[in-house]
């Protein structure tokens, strides 16, 4: 029988597109709606086991690592904060000496060429000059005391016993904590050259100023930085005074080992120029990275100017910052 | 450790509780000024002069 052809089947009617609004939900939403179900759980009732040796043991073990963390976690808490505390009163405490001596004692004035003349009496952990780094700050300022061994260190910058005296031929070197004890050379990195670094004696103002960073030292002469008024009397050490100081540059990272940045002429041991020769430096050494001590940080620094000291007198580099 | 202390410190709650407390502080206060200071200059932290 010839097949008819089959006449083609209704096809169902599309029903017509239903529009659902897009809900906007918060994804939390979702999340909380199953609370309630875990909520009615039954909270296993005493299920522990009863307490093995080797339960014991392993909680003990537990227990001792935890308080071992929170030692090393105090640690911390000590050496960065609770340090300075201890050193802010120390360093109070010394300068208040300093203070009271300064106003007690009278001094001759300053001779005529004071900075080669004037020699200071240092006794070992007390405080002899003050120290201001006008970039960090109006606040920033530290009484240096004489000796750097950690106790020295604890009331603040300490001076390096013979190296030079400030203002004075060589290399005046200061060593100060850069983490805890009061941290007063935390942010030494961040010194650039021709900042100033003022020193104040009884009688003196000194006024220090960062040298050329090794990548300056180059186009020094070229650079327009030179012709700023704060860089006066600043110029790589080893174009003004010859090869000797061409490893003196403002900034540099040694190892601890490296005694010979507070030489006289920095990594120069047995000084070939003579001491009328020298430059007036200051160095101040710190460690490096911070929180450890496998490097020291190194500034260097020469002295471009002295005030004599006068009544409500504050050098202009003061100001700076 | 924890517990076992706890377990024999004496008097009711809250005794137990102010007890507890006087003796962290204690631990922390003689970590700080006796163990930390004897410890620190030991350590390889804070160094800052050269040699």
Redesign the interface.
């Known amino acids: 029988m010839p097949r008819r052809p089959m006449p083609p089947r209704p096809r169902p009617v599309d029903p017509p597109t239903e529009v659902i609004p897009r809900v906007e939900d918060d994804y939390d939403d979702e999340y909380y709606d199953d609370d309630e179900y875990y909520d009615d759980e039954p909270a296993p009732k005493d299920a522990l086991p009863p307490d093995s040796l080797a339960r014991k043991t392993v909680r003990?073990v537990g227990?001792?690592l935890i308080?071992m963390g929170l030692?090393v976690l105090?640690?911390v808490v000590?050496?960065v904060y609770?340090?300075d505390l201890l050193s802010a009163e120390k360093q109070q405490d010394a300068t208040a000496a300093l203070d009271s001596e300064w106003s007690s004692n009278v001094v001759t004035p300053p001779p005529a060429d004071p900075n080669r003349k004037s020699q200071l009496n240092l006794i070992e952990g007390k405080a002899f000059a003050k120290m201001y780094i006008p970039v960090f700050g109006n606040d920033w300022k530290f009484s240096v005391v004489e000796g750097?061994t950690?106790k020295h260190?604890e009331i603040g910058p300490?001076h390096?016993k013979d190296t030079a005296q400030p203002g004075e031929a060589g290399n005046f070197s200061i060593?100060?904590?850069?983490?805890?004890?009061g941290a007063p050379?935390n942010d030494l990195d961040l010194l650039q050259s021709c900042n100033s670094i003022v020193v104040q004696t009884q009688t003196q103002w000194f006024v220090y100023r960062v040298l050329p960073m090794s990548s300056e030292v180059a186009g020094w002469a070229t650079n327009p930085k030179s012709k700023e008024a704060a860089c006066t009397g600043v110029a790589p050490l080893s174009t003004t005074l010859g090869d000797a100081y061409a490893k003196t540059v403002g900034q540099e990272i040694?190892v601890?080992?490296?005694?010979e940045?507070?030489a006289p002429i920095p990594h120069h041991v047995g000084a070939p120029v003579p001491a009328d020769k020298q430059a007036r430096l200051l160095t101040l050494?710190?460690?490096h990275p911070r929180?450890?001590?496998k490097q020291?940080l190194?500034v260097h620094a020469i002295e471009t100017k002295s005030y004599p000291v006068a009544d409500g007198f504050v050098p202009p580099e003061m100001t700076e910052g | 450790?924890?517990s076992w202390i706890w377990r024999h410190l004496p008097g009711p709650l809250y005794l137990r509780v102010v007890e507890a407390v006087v003796l962290v502080v204690g631990i922390?206060a003689l970590?700080?000024f006796v163990v930390?200071p004897w410890?620190?200059?030991k350590l390889?932290?804070?160094?800052?002069?050269?040699?």
Do not use: W
Request: aromatic share 14%.
């Open positions: 003990g227990e001792a308080t030692v105090l640690f000590y050496e609770v340090t750097t950690d260190l300490g390096y060593a100060g904590h850069r983490v805890g004890k050379f040694v601890p080992t490296q005694g940045v507070i050494t710190t460690c929180f450890s001590d020291r190194i | 450790m924890y922390v970590l700080m930390f410890a620190e200059p390889p932290f804070n160094n800052v002069t050269t040699q």
